[in-house]
């Protein structure tokens, strides 16, 4: 079985790589390198709060693959689990939380709701005023991503992937509905079947083969600041979920901060989007 997987971000080295280890035989495509698209830019969250129970059960899943990765692949990604905690501003929301923890609970997550005060007791330094509630897990953390990438990337390789960088996928061949091949700038790559690990991309992907993609990319921020009190680094992945804005411990004392405060948006062009940081939104965060 020829597959060919579009995207080189962890989503592409991950099924490439599993693919792979199945028998497959892969060739994965990346118009640039490797982990710099989405991937890199994500604060490398892992957790398995959801609001969804099909993707607390995928959350699981990956769960014991991050939790063995350095076993399994040689690569330490720092995987550190200081908890995820989510704020509830509103009563709606509050009640959502409860409902949340129940279904976590009932699929074998140890996710709590607690009290405003609670939510201090884990985020020390934390203004209650404002909150109603919160859910904390303790086993969520977050990882390197690209530390994940080069794990992955030396793994799928050793398995037998092809892996192309520099690549772009620009058509892909169809017969009756199936995809049969991929054209890309250096030739055409016959397949059976083609995986679309494109990230911000992936409606441009899913369009050459004439398919309609609910995908609209948004531009994120997220900036690294060295507070005036140092942050701990047993400080939970802290997030604000109706003001939008996130934090977490980075390294020696620093703090990364993420966000989206703006009450309307529209898709963003990921091949042609300002790259600088808007000094309101920094202001905000």
Same mark, same amino acid.
């Given at each position: ?24 035989? !892969? ?9 710099? *698209? ?15 129970? !099909? ?9 014991? %693959? ?8 040689? %690569? ?6 200081? @908890? ?17 923890? &129940?279904?976590?609970?009932? /699929?074998?997550? =140890? ?13 020390? *330094? ?50 009756? @509905? ?6 890309? =700038?250096?030739?055409?790559?016959? $397949? ?19 398919? =309609? ?12 600041? =060295? ?13 604000? /979920?109706?003001? @939008? ?7 020696? *004392? ?7 405060? &703006? ?20 202001? $905000?965060?």
């Amino acid at each position: 079985m020829d597959v060919v997987v579009v995207g080189g971000g962890i989503v592409g080295l991950s099924s490439a790589h599993a693919l792979a280890a199945a028998g497959a035989d !892969v060739t994965l495509c990346e118009s640039d390198s490797l982990g710099t *698209g989405s991937t890199a830019r994500s604060a490398g969250g892992i957790r398995t709060q959801f609001s969804t129970r !099909v993707n607390v059960r995928l959350s699981i899943e990956s769960l014991r %693959v991050w939790e063995a990765f350095e076993a399994d692949f040689g %690569v330490d990604i720092a995987h550190r689990r200081p @908890g995820y905690l989510f704020l509830a501003r509103t009563p709606e929301t509050a009640d959502r939380f409860r409902e949340n923890v &129940a279904m976590q609970n009932d /699929l074998g997550v =140890d996710s709590e709701f607690l009290s405003p005060a609670a939510a201090v007791e884990r985020c020390p *330094g934390l203004d209650p005023d404002g909150f109603v509630g919160a859910t904390y897990n303790g086993a969520d953390g977050f990882a390197d991503p690209n530390l994940a990438v080069q794990g992955y990337a030396a793994s799928a390789r050793e398995a037998g992937v092809d892996v192309r960088t520099g690549t772009p996928v620009i058509d892909i061949v169809t017969d009756d @509905g199936r995809v049969t091949g991929v054209e890309t =700038d250096a030739g055409r790559i016959d $397949t059976d079947f083609m995986v679309n690990a494109a990230g911000a991309w992936a409606a441009t992907v899913a369009d050459l083969a004439g398919v =309609d993609l609910p995908i609209h990319p948004r531009r994120r921020q997220i900036v690294v600041v =060295d507070p005036s009190r140092p942050m701990s680094g047993d400080v939970p992945l802290t997030i604000d /979920l109706e003001e @939008g804005s996130y934090f977490r411990p980075e390294r020696d *004392g620093t703090a990364l901060v993420g966000g989206h405060f &703006a009450e309307t948006e529209s898709d963003a062009d990921p091949d042609a989007y300002s790259d600088s940081m808007e000094l309101d939104w920094a202001a $905000t965060a």
